[in-house]
């Protein structure tokens, strides 16, 4: 599963491509952190020991954007943009997570929850799973790698964005 550095990129990348960036700088920094937190917060569910099943979903996006547009979330100008791009954001969540190797069983995530409670993963790899195994040899060399591909892939769409849907 890629690291949260990863899913925060992809969640900036995806958020902006629905709502622009935001033009005043304030604004911009809390717009880019909530569209990189919504993108991350789906791994919460480590803290319960449910990695992968319900928040890893359409579903929870589902969910976590009607709070962001209620409550108005700084993301958009109207809720309904809101809405899609706080859906946007936290759906990069399970995309990147089933793009990249799964060894522990249940494998994949539950991505299409409440619709199905079957797992699913694509079988690609395009990102390197990042490992919480802190004591292995090779830990902080291997997590570096797969950190850095995450940038290498993700900055430069972060920045085709930013280009092309700046005001």
């Not at 599963?1 to 491509?17: E, N, Q, T, V, Y």
């Not at 033009?23 to 991350?40: G, N, P, S, W």
């Amino acid at each position: 599963m890629p690291s949260p550095i990863g899913h925060g990129l992809a969640g900036i990348a995806a958020g902006w491509a629905i709502a622009r960036p935001a033009a005043e700088k304030r604004t911009l920094l809390i717009q880019t952190t909530a569209f990189a937190l919504l993108a991350m917060a789906a791994d919460l569910d480590l803290l319960v020991n449910r990695h992968s099943a319900q928040t890893h979903s359409i579903g929870a996006a589902a969910i976590m954007a009607t709070v962001a547009a209620i409550w108005r979330w700084p993301l958009a100008d109207r809720r309904w943009k809101i809405w899609i791009a706080a859906f946007a954001a936290y759906a990069t969540h399970p995309l990147l997570d089933s793009l990249a190797p799964d060894t522990l069983p249940p494998i994949g995530v539950m991505a299409f929850w409440p619709l199905s409670s079957s797992y699913f993963n694509t079988g690609l790899a395009i990102f390197a799973p990042i490992s919480r195994r802190y004591w292995l040899v090779g830990f902080f060399k291997k997590n570096g790698l797969a950190v850095a591909r995450e940038i290498l892939i993700l900055a430069p769409i972060v920045w085709l964005v930013w280009r092309t849907r700046r005001d």
